[in-house]
Structures are given as C-alpha cells and as structure tokens.
C-alpha cells in the first residue's frame, strides 16, 4: 500500500556496482586468454649434443677442429631449416630433404660433401629423439584466436540454415493444420 510518508522520506536507490562475481568472471577470462595463448614450444638447441660430433683418436688437431666445423655447420643447418619441417616427436625421414645442405662457402672444406651430408643426417636422426637435444620455452601464440574466427565465419552459415529449419520444424508441429476444402 502507498502512502504519503513513503513519498515524504524517499531515500533514493543506489545504483548497484559490479560485485566480486563480475570481477571474478573477468579475471578467469583473462587467465584463460594467458593460458590459451603461451604454448610450450621445442627447438633444437644452439649447441649440438655431443653425440652429434664424431671423434676418431687417429685424427689430429687440425682433422678434429675441421670435423667440428662441419658438425656445427650441419647443425645451424638443422636448427635454422630442418626443425621448421618436422615434428618434434616424429622420426625424421631415411633420406636428408634438399633443404638439408651446408653452403657454397662449405666446399673450401675440402671434403666429400655428398658423403658428409648423409653421414651427418644420420647422426641428426639419432639426436633428433635424444631429450638433451631440445629444449623447451614458452611462447606468445595468439592464432587460435584468428582460427577460431575463421571457424566461425565457415560455419555460421550452417548454423543459421540449422536453427531457421529448426523453427520451422517446431512452427510445423505446433500450428494446427488447416483442413483443406
């Protein structure tokens, strides 16, 4: 019932603010956008594992530091070419791709290059499954989102026609039928 003290000590409304849930849901929301976007990510390392370079006790100093040369030379290549192509818990095919070579500048080496850049691939191939030849950093990767988007924009279309036919089902089955003259 309204009466004439309600009107005479009216104390206004205070406009209500966010409570603790809005604030709640919106970090959770920025938590799972940090989350989403910082994936773990393998490379090869800037140095190759030991197992990588060969050693031979009948080689001298000058054999043994051109032996390393063309071990790093291989791995910069893997780091910088290979790795890109590949999946990290996949073996790596038989045969070296055409993109695993060591540059022009490499012939002054003075070595069979054909046989080095096979016997170098098969030693990539072992290392590519030992543990201390990766390692592990997190990176900022925002391309869910824009894939995301894209599965959107591909599939909305379908939605649509999915809930358009979806109402006119239901009209269909809740309008009584007409008798036809």
């Given at each position: ?81 290979i ?31 054909i ?24 990176r ?42």
């Open positions: 019932m309204y009466t004439y003290e309600d009107n005479l000590f009216y104390k206004p409304q205070k406009r209500k603010r966010p409570g603790w849930g809005m604030w709640a849901f919106v970090v959770i929301l920025v938590l799972l956008f940090v989350y989403r976007s910082t994936r773990p990510v393998m490379r090869l390392r800037a140095d190759p594992p030991p197992s990588f370079y060969d050693y031979n006790m009948n080689w001298n100093k000058e054999e043994r530091q051109h032996e390393r040369r063309l071990a790093q030379a291989y791995w910069q290549v893997a780091v910088n070419r790795q890109t192509h590949y999946a990290v818990k996949r073996p790596l095919p038989p045969d070296p791709p055409p993109s695993f070579y060591i540059s022009d500048a490499a012939n002054s080496m003075g070595r069979d290059l046989a080095s850049r096979i016997h170098y691939w098969y030693r990539l191939r072992e290392a590519w499954r030992q543990r201390d030849a990766w390692v592990e950093s997190y900022w990767n925002t391309d869910w989102v824009e894939r995301s988007m894209d599965s959107i924009w591909q599939n909305a279309p379908h939605w649509m026609s999915n809930s358009i036919q979806s109402v006119i089902e239901w009209l269909n089955s809740t309008v009584p039928k007409m008798p036809s003259p």
